[in-house]
């Protein structure tokens, strides 16, 4: 594939940096200006995501260590070592979401109202992100299946869908306590990965398989949580 891009003098810029750089800095400027129409307070919510971002950093990692932990064991000069093992785009998940939940308890923001203003740009860095992997040659599919671009082009449709559905809540006024783009963009995206996961190449490693079952316990989390978003939309309703 097309695994660097261009060189400066002895540097090669490589696709996968490059891609996902680009991707990072969109989302994060997107939900800046999300953020400045919600109503909640910037200072506070910008610091979560701060924090939510090395959560992300931190969670990809750890999720590479708890995959192999007998390895890094055996030798731990392997823990500061970023060139071994792979950057998981589940634990990147998963540890951002904790450390946002822990933080925004902490300066008194809304979780559920920041991961509604997250969770668009969140796609967004799926959809651009993704095709450094596909240049840089890595996440393939069976049979030269793209893989990468399968996920980029399922998180933009999946991102046209909750803004769709934003923009309708919006117009009618709805009120959702707990969101509903949210548990719909984690959601449909878990799904998304669990039909899409099967073609990689990688698809029965521990890695593809443990990344999987998170994946499930996530889709249906998403579905309770989107049914009591609506059971809570309801009564509120019922209250107004």
Avoid at 17 to 33: D, E, G, P, Q, R
Wanted: aromatic share 16%.
């Amino acid at each position: 594939m097309y695994r660097v891009l261009f060189k400066i003098g002895f540097f090669e810029i490589e696709s996968y940096y490059v891609f996902w750089s680009i991707a990072l800095i969109a989302a994060i400027l997107w939900t800046n200006k999300r953020i400045d129409r919600s109503g909640l307070p910037a200072k506070e919510a910008s610091s979560v995501i701060s924090y939510a971002f090395f959560g992300m950093i931190l969670g990809a990692r750890c999720f590479e260590y708890f995959l192999n932990w007998r390895l890094y064991f055996e030798n731990p000069s392997f823990f500061l070592d970023i060139n071994r093992g792979g950057i998981s785009e589940v634990g990147a998940a998963l540890g951002a979401i904790i450390v946002a939940f822990i933080m925004c308890k902490v300066k008194n923001v809304s979780f559920w109202k920041l991961s509604e203003m997250v969770s668009p740009a969140g796609l967004l860095t799926v959809a651009i992100g993704r095709w450094g992997c596909y240049l840089e040659g890595c996440c393939r599919g069976i049979d030269g299946r793209p893989t990468q671009l399968y996920y980029s082009f399922s998180a933009a449709i999946i991102l046209s869908i909750v803004l769709t559905i934003e923009n309708y809540i919006k117009r009618n006024g709805i009120i959702f306590k707990y969101g509903i783009v949210s548990p719909v963009s984690v959601g449909l995206y878990s799904v998304m990965r669990l039909f899409i996961d099967p073609y990689r190449i990688e698809a029965n490693t521990q890695g593809i398989i443990m990344s999987d079952k998170v994946l499930a316990v996530s889709a249906a989390v998403c579905l309770v949580w989107l049914t009591i978003s609506f059971m809570k939309k309801q009564k509120l309703k019922e209250n107004a």
